[in-house]
């Protein structure tokens, strides 16, 4: 019993020898290399602060309006026979539209053209017998005037004529007819058959509140701006494009709206392909001054935290840190920045998430990154 007591013990001990050395370390494999180092900061893309001129502009609801409107009324009173164009169609000045019943008007105009003819028969006999002394003047006169009367009896019986053939007044663009065959217009008034407008050009009309103007002029006086040149217009499209033809300004009316407290203001533009149409809403994107050494950067470096909008910089030391900042208006993609930047700063625009506040980054100039890819693209494209 003593002897296998004895190899049992023996048993354990080597067990928990082979235990401990395998616990232990085995030539340093599961140490770090006393060579390696850190991994190299994260590369950022950011930009150099830089000031310069600045256009500033104020987007301002407009209403579009048609360049010319016609209405095409029946000047004389009939049973509209025939329409002679196309609802929603472009239409010629003196293109024939409507075609209203004239034959009791031509035969008005034949007796009026006989009464004519027969009046000036009767002056010339009397013009002759006055020179024979058969009539005195009194006659004569009495005879003129008839004859005048006729005059204007056939002038009134061929324009009437004439109206029965109703015709547009400007060239543009018809609406739907208000009448149809066999309506009976011209009775009383002068019935109201369509609308033509031009919209080529075609005006937008905007207004403006009369206190931004108080303050914009208070920051002319002060310097701090310059009056922009106001004569070219932009025009924002409900769904945010800008329209490709600019505009421009026609009038700013100076006087205050006392029930809105806004100035009237009125632009024109071209309208060839006839894509504006009257009654539609836009901006009218209005360059109002310029500001000079204004400070601008892409509106993605821009983040919003607890404290208010701030940036990410790399300082001296190559580490990013937090910046409070102020912005302005927008010009384009780009917020204007007031107050927290100078010249020189390294705004990181792209790579934001990777540059956390006191770690070190890599700064590379916007744009660099994207040469360096398209550089890259082909080689890899002609390994393949």
Same mark, same amino acid.
């Given at each position: ?166 015709? !547009?007044?400007? *060239?543009? @663009? &018809?609406?739907?007819?208000? =009448?149809?065959? $066999? +309506? ?106 310029? !500001?000079?050494? *204004?400070? @601008? &950067?892409?509106?993605?470096? =821009?983040?919003? $935290? +607890? ?78």
């Amino acid at each position: 019993m003593k002897s296998t007591t004895h190899i049992l013990t023996a048993t354990t001990l080597f067990a928990a020898l082979l235990v401990l050395t395998a616990c232990g370390p085995k030539g340093g494999g599961q140490q770090a290399p006393a060579g390696a180092s850190a991994p190299p900061p994260p590369e950022v893309d950011v930009i150099s602060v830089t000031s310069g001129s600045v256009v500033l502009t104020q987007d301002l609801p407009g209403r579009m309006e048609a360049f010319r409107t016609a209405q095409v009324r029946a000047r004389v009173e009939g049973i509209v026979e025939k329409r002679l164009f196309a609802e929603g169609s472009d239409v010629k000045a003196g293109q024939s539209l409507y075609q209203i019943y004239s034959a009791n008007y031509r035969a008005n105009l034949e007796a009026a053209k006989a009464d004519l003819e027969a009046a000036r028969q009767n002056l010339e006999s009397a013009k002759k017998l006055l020179e024979a002394k058969f009539i005195s003047p009194l006659s004569l006169e009495q005879t003129t005037a008839k004859y005048k009367q006729a005059e204007a009896a056939y002038s009134k019986a061929r324009e009437d004529m004439g109206n029965t053939n109703v015709p !547009a007044s400007i *060239s543009g @663009r &018809i609406g739907r007819s208000l =009448v149809t065959e $066999g +309506a009976l217009v011209g009775r009383g008034d002068a019935t109201l058959l369509a609308t033509i407008e031009q919209v080529d050009p075609i005006y937008v009309n905007f207004t403006r509140p009369g206190a931004d103007l108080q303050q914009l002029q208070k920051a002319f006086n002060a310097g701090k701006l310059r009056q922009a040149d106001a004569a070219q217009v932009e025009l924002v499209l409900e769904d945010g494009s800008i329209y490709p033809h600019p505009g421009k300004l026609l009038f700013s009316n100076l006087a205050v709206d006392p029930g809105t407290g806004s100035i009237s203001l009125r632009a024109e533009f071209a309208n060839r392909d006839h894509e504006l149409l009257p009654g539609m809403f836009a901006r009218v994107r209005f360059p109002e001054s310029v !500001a000079d050494d *204004s400070i @601008r &950067i892409p509106q993605r470096a =821009v983040q919003i $935290g +607890a404290q208010g909008q701030f940036v990410l910089v790399v300082d001296k030391e190559s580490k990013s840190a937090v910046r409070p900042v102020k912005t302005g208006q927008m010009v384009g993609g780009d917020f204007i920045i007031t107050e927290g930047l100078q010249v020189g700063d390294q705004v990181i625009v792209n790579g934001v998430q990777k540059a956390r506040p006191g770690t070190p980054v890599k700064p590379v100039p916007l744009g660099q990154t994207d040469n360096a890819a398209a550089a890259s693209a082909p080689a890899a494209t002609a390994q393949k």
